[in-house]
T-cell receptor
Framework: DAGITQSPRHKVTETGTPVTLRCHQTENHRYMYWYRQDPGHGLRLIHYSYGVKDTDKGEVSDGYSVSRSKTEDFLLTLESATSSQTSVYFC????????????FGPGTRLTVL | QKEVEQNSGPLSVPEGAIASLNCTYSDRGSQSFFWYRQYSGKSPELIMFIYSNGDKEDGRFTAQLNKASQYVSLLIRDSQPSDSATYLCAVIRNNDMRFGAGTRLTVKP
């Protein structure tokens, strides 16, 4: 998985609780991304980062926030989880944006009851 | 209309046959095109990328791009049971990578 780890790998939580997912890379890539994958929708971009403290919204950012305090770490937070946020979450990295291949982490399966 | 469309399948081919996976995209300004393979419960892994019209070959895989028709395809020659997976087409538009929902391929021994 190109030097990318995600934690936790599985999580079950209840509606209304905060949840933080972590992505860690050892490749020193500038760009990091959070996607969610749902049946019939493919992968959809939630947020991405282009450097420490530099982040921007993706296609489905409502209900999510992110932070990047170090090059290697990108956190995704669900402030108050809802059942519609039950999904598989993938982190990805790339060296550039717009032309470059993205490499994916192993994923986190999140269930919100 | 979805930005990137793929037939969801399942596509079933016998071992040794050619599997043909298709993808269409809606934005003529799309720049780069990727095929990822995803095994059940695993993360997507890159198979190939293609930027220019025509064919690009890598081993048993050939990607074909036709920008005029807004069409990209992936051919898998001599299909093996280990090729059974979901294949994701991805397109870069305005610096964002957009994914199709994937085509599930089954290669039967």
């Amino acid at each position: 998985d190109a030097g990318i780890t995600q934690s936790p790998r599985h999580k079950v939580t209840e509606t209304g609780t905060p949840v933080t997912l972590r992505c860690h890379q050892t490749e020193n890539h500038r760009y990091m991304y959070w996607y969610r994958q749902d049946p019939g929708h493919g992968l959809r971009l939630i947020h991405y980062s282009y450097g420490v403290k530099d982040t921007d919204k993706g296609e489905v950012s409502d209900g999510y926030s992110v932070s990047r305090s170090k090059t290697e770490d990108f956190l995704l937070t669900l402030e108050s989880a809802t059942s519609s946020q039950t999904s598989v979450y993938f982190c990805a990295i790339s060296d550039t944006r717009g032309t470059d291949t993205q490499y994916f982490g192993p994923g986190t399966r999140l269930t919100v009851l | 209309q979805k930005e990137v469309e793929q037939n969801s399948g399942p596509l079933s081919v016998p071992e040794g046959a050619i599997a043909s996976l298709n993808c269409t995209y809606s934005d003529r300004g799309s720049q780069s095109f990727f095929w990822y393979r995803q095994y059940s419960g695993k993360s997507p892994e890159l198979i190939m990328f293609i930027y220019s019209n025509g064919d690009k070959e890598d081993g048993r895989f050939t990607a074909q791009l036709n920008k005029a028709s807004q069409y990209v395809s992936l051919l898998i020659r001599d299909s093996q049971p280990s090729d059974s997976a979901t294949y994701l087409c991805a397109v870069i538009r305005n610096n964002d990578m957009r994914f199709g929902a994937g085509t599930r391929l089954t290669v039967k021994p």
